[in-house]
DNA sequence: GGTCGGTATCGGTTTTTCCGAACGAAAACC
DNA sequence: GGTTTTCGTTCGGAAAAACCGATACCGACC
């Protein structure tokens, strides 16, 4: 056999859902069907690509990257038949898009290859500032869409947006931390933990308000603006961090082990998305490119 | 029914023969499995991808669009599996690459792109300089890479090759051309015509060579080292043009029609590939660039 | 008008996919 | 410490799909 569409969607639901039997559920489909396809993938490849664990399955590192590519190509399967159905006619003109320094390698870089593939005629432009700038830039017509978090805008009624991604906050501990060996974390053990504050998108801000609940004042061992220092100060144990999962990848530059652990009690989500001036009309570059990504953003939920 | 990739993978075939059964053939494949894929592929699309014709099919330009497509998701695909095969280690360094002013648009900027992706960690580099000029600097050690015209190299016992593509010459007609009318043309008919000729990669002495075979000096209307200009002047009339059919599209950027013709006997073809330092250990970086660009080409040939 | 080169259609067969039930194994629960 | 719960896997049979070969069809070419 040779791969199939189908196993690489079976394959991203199962890593999604991280469980053969939810991913199912999710497709409407039995838990039976996922298993073998999953299984014909791995063989067919030669990599192992979930660990089996009694309690669900965890993705391996080789997953981890196989996944991006399937995303990949799942999305450019999308944008193919989304082109084809709608009718050929090249879209050109310019694209002023906006994003936070947060988004721009997180969520942008993907979109924006393959937009700029699937679109080359477009002069494409984009400026980094903060969210409330971002906002003022956008009202004022200077860009035409911005990606940024969309979970506390402030002038939303001038605006309009659409979700791409929703990211719960997470701890971020280094492998031998001792809070690990516990079943469930609760907030409050985070507080007397050295915290490490990522100084970008009020990420501080969320952290801290979370932290504040339980009356002493967080401990606030190092403040950055940059996620790859984050990983790096908390693989090796200068503290811990409270971070959306969006960010979080499981080794540091330097190779280090970080884990990402829920904490009991509801944490609060961003939101990530699209933003672009309510009412005036939108431009065909600028409704290109939030097709394009909304398509990205459909293929990784399933 | 869904998309599959099976179908993509007949629908590049039959849209490079142009023709079913003969795809079915280099499938090892009966042909009306092809033509029911085919019209699967349609359906659900709900676009024609052919114009069934009693002498085989054309594509259409809708087909053409989506071939582009197919070709990068197979690519993609193709990328994917081998990447999880080999393992999972991640390639860094830098990657020095040469390119002639005609590969640069026809071949390298697919390639380069998906190669980013894959490898962000690359540090790329490339300069567009005259074959020659290439050939020197990757000998001299400055270049790992080039992608250029191999069919003449001047130092083949220096370098290390491999072909990309191999396209032919083909004759280009504005849509109402007398010589459209003929059933087949001779090289001899092209002799008394207005040429456009493109001034770069040596494709003007390829033209001139093959036409002075006649006696007679060939009449150069125009001569430019833009592509475009090309395809616009023989649009509007103002000559004809021989040129490899990798460079061929079917409409100049104002929206005319070119066609493409055989010219009876056979005219030469021209190789374009990947060129590299014989002997020296070829470093991971490049080794990627030639496997990423393999794929795409033998995706391409089915 | 017949042949030739090609595509579309159709019944039958093979292959693939899917389901549901049974199985097994580790964690959670009492 | 045993039982229950929750997953993932395995397996036989059923449903669906892909494939094949033969045939019908259609326009160009002679």
């Known amino acids: 056999m040779s791969l199939t569409l189908k196993q690489l969607r079976y394959f991203v639901a199962a890593a999604n859902q991280a469980s053969v039997s939810k991913a199912a559920q999710a497709l409407s489909i039995s838990q039976s069907a996922v298993t073998e396809a999953i299984k014909e993938l791995e063989s067919y490849l030669g990599v192992q690509l979930f660990i089996r664990q009694p309690r669900g399955m965890t993705i391996t590192p080789e997953g981890q990257q196989f996944l991006r590519h399937a995303i990949s190509i799942l999305a450019e399967v999308a944008n193919a038949t989304r082109v ?36 080359p005629d477009v002069d494409v432009t984009a400026v980094e500032d903060t969210a409330e700038y971002l906002e003022h830039l956008i009202i004022g017509g200077e860009l035409d869409v911005a990606v940024m978090v969309t979970s506390n805008l402030r002038n939303a009624q001038a605006l309009q947006s659409e979700i791409l991604e929703v990211s719960s906050f997470r701890l971020w501990l280094p492998i031998d931390h001792p809070l690990n060996r516990q079943q469930s974390i609760a907030l409050s053990d985070v507080a007397d933990e050295q915290l490490i504050v990522l100084d970008v998108d009020e990420m501080e801000q969320e952290a801290v308000k979370l932290l504040s609940a339980f009356g002493k004042r967080p401990r606030i061992a190092f403040r950055t603006r940059s996620v790859e220092a984050v990983r790096s100060l908390v693989a090796t144990g200068a503290g811990v961090a409270l971070l959306p999962d969006l960010v979080y990848r499981p080794w540091s530059l330097e190779g280090d082990r970080i884990h990402s652990r829920d904490v009991s009690g509801t944490l609060p989500v961003v939101q990530v998305g699209l933003i672009w001036r309510r009412g005036s009309a939108i431009s065909d570059a600028a409704r290109e490119f939030v097709a394009v990504a909304q398509a990205q953003h459909e293929v990784k939920q399933r």
Chains 1, 2 share one sequence.
Do not use: E
């Open 84 to 119: 084809a159905s709608a009718g050929a006619h090249r879209v050109t003109g310019r694209l002023n898009l906006g994003v936070t320094s947060l988004t721009a390698g997180y969520v942008l870089s993907d979109v924006l290859s393959r937009y700029r593939r699937l679109n």
